[in-house]
């Protein structure tokens, strides 16, 4: 059940009128939204209905258990079969098949036939699973004794399926309190929906079906230039990809009454690569800092730890992403240019005020560059893929005869768009929450009408339900 689709449309309308009347009952409304998230998931599979009641039970058990415990040995022992449990799941699901490919290639043997597939969601579940476990163990949170509530809020449907990693405990505290639903939430959900929508439909998968796609499978078969715009494509492809479903899950998520963080706030407008992480996945950027970078042992006694451990991170990182050696590569070339980054701080801390203005605008030309350069590892099919685009970017042949009209107006738009100041954006949803709701409905219906005239191929799923 696609974000995009119609149905997925009908089901969170359902689940609206159904939670509503029921909201002041907590425990009802609770149940409610638990049959909506495990409904939501058997439509992908059933098998769902196995391993998401299991995997959150175990961890509802622990969390029992570190509500308890006073004896850090207890407390370690609880907290590592947590982790043990969840990352389990992901290795035997997502990284096996990796493993046994790489074993064959370097003992000369056929690789073990693999017939298990990884569940969509896992990969989100799994880091959205482990915050209230290690929130607990490390005494953030004071968990809770509800089972409903835990089962509820750790499988919360707009969350699971591709983010934003929400903390469980945040999840769970909305979750157990009245609320009314309130006009303006209302407005801006509807909003983000609308948004997520325009750019799902009308920019990413534009861009995607008449230009990238094509692309990537052969490079070979276009020019350099055409190679390279299809890099720049790519990179607001999946901007506008991620952010919108990221819209469509927060403004879902809102019509519930629950608020869910943000996800991304201007990616390439961002002056280094530190600040690109601030700024793109911030929830998935966050978790990787305060759960794993914080984790790993030397960060109190040789600086050089820093360094290593920011460059492992990202590479784990880019793991998460899919068992692939091309994310091994992008996960490596962020951590490197982080530490770079680092490193040139450190060199200039006392020269603030003293450069040339200009300089900002030269730091984000060089971070959007970067950036886009490691995308191209993150998209392609294989490393041979990856080399075959740079060869054909190096090959400097220029020659535009693939890049129509249409496909240069979507670009551009795309390009100006993200451009646009903050504060229009802003003014935009500000203008729409004030506006009447027969207005707003109106707003939204010429929008979902437009996008049916204009989109004739279907939505393509979101490229991180992959993930």
């Not at 407390?75 to 043990?84: H, Q």
């Not at 000369?108 to 799994?126: D, I, M, N, Q």
Request: include cysteine.
């Amino acid at each position: 059940m696609l974000l995009s689709s119609s149905t997925y449309f009908v089901f969170l309308v359902a689940v609206f009128f159904l939670y509503w009347p029921l909201a002041r009952r907590r425990a009802v409304a609770l149940s409610v939204i638990l049959f909506a998230n495990y409904f939501f998931y058997a439509r992908w599979d059933l098998a769902y209905l196995v391993l998401i009641p299991a995997a959150s039970t175990f961890d509802f058990c622990v969390g029992l258990g570190l509500q308890k415990a006073q004896r850090s040995w207890v407390r370690r022992l609880l907290v590592t079969a947590s982790i043990g449990m969840n990352l389990s799941l992901l290795a035997f699901f997502k990284y096996v098949p990796f493993l046994l490919e790489n074993w064959a290639s370097w003992t000369g043997k056929t690789a073990p036939e693999w017939h298990w597939t990884l569940p969509v969601t896992l990969s989100f579940y799994v880091f959205q699973s482990l915050t209230y476990t290690i929130d607990l163990y490390r005494r953030d949170s004071k968990g809770t004794r509800s089972y409903l509530a835990h089962l509820a809020a750790v499988s919360f449907f707009p969350t699971t399926l591709a983010g934003p990693i929400t903390r469980v405990q945040s999840l769970i505290d909305q979750m157990e309190k009245r609320r009314l639903l309130d006009s303006a939430d209302g407005g801006r959900a509807m909003f983000l929906i609308g948004m997520g929508l325009l750019k799902k439909l009308a920019i990413a998968d534009y861009l995607a079906e008449n230009l990238i796609n094509r692309v990537f499978d052969f490079p070979n078969l276009y020019s350099g230039t055409e190679v390279l715009i299809s890099v720049y494509a790519y990179a607001f492809q999946l901007y506008y990809d991620f952010s919108g479903y990221s819209d469509i899950a927060i403004g879902s998520a809102l019509l519930l009454g629950i608020k869910l963080p943000a996800n991304f706030n201007l990616p390439y407008t961002a002056e280094n690569l530190t600040d690109f992480w601030r700024r793109w996945h911030i929830t998935l950027s966050n978790w990787l800092r305060d759960y794993l970078y914080f984790s790993l042992p030397g960060l109190r006694s040789w600086k050089v730890f820093s360094y290593t451990n920011l460059i492992l991170t990202m590479v784990i990182g880019g793991l998460w992403h899919g068992a692939s050696w091309n994310f091994v590569i992008w996960g490596a070339l962020h951590g490197v240019g982080l530490v770079i980054v680092r490193l040139w701080q450190s060199a200039f801390a006392n020269t603030k005020g003293q450069v040339w203005a200009g300089f900002r605008y030269v730091s984000m030309f060089v971070t959007f560059h970067f950036v886009a350069f490691a995308w191209i590892f993150f998209r392609a099919a294989d490393l041979d893929t990856a080399l075959s685009m740079l060869s054909r970017i190096a090959s400097l042949s220029v020659s535009f005869v693939n890049i129509s009209v249409p496909i240069g107006v979507v670009l551009a738009i795309g390009v100006v768009a993200h451009y646009f100041p903050k504060s229009w954006y802003e003014g935009g949803l500000n203008l729409y929450v004030k506006a009447p709701f027969y207005a707003q409905a109106a707003a939204l219906a010429a929008l979902v009408f437009s996008l049916g005239y204009v989109v004739t191929t279907g939505a393509a799923p979101f490229i991180y339900n992959q993930f």
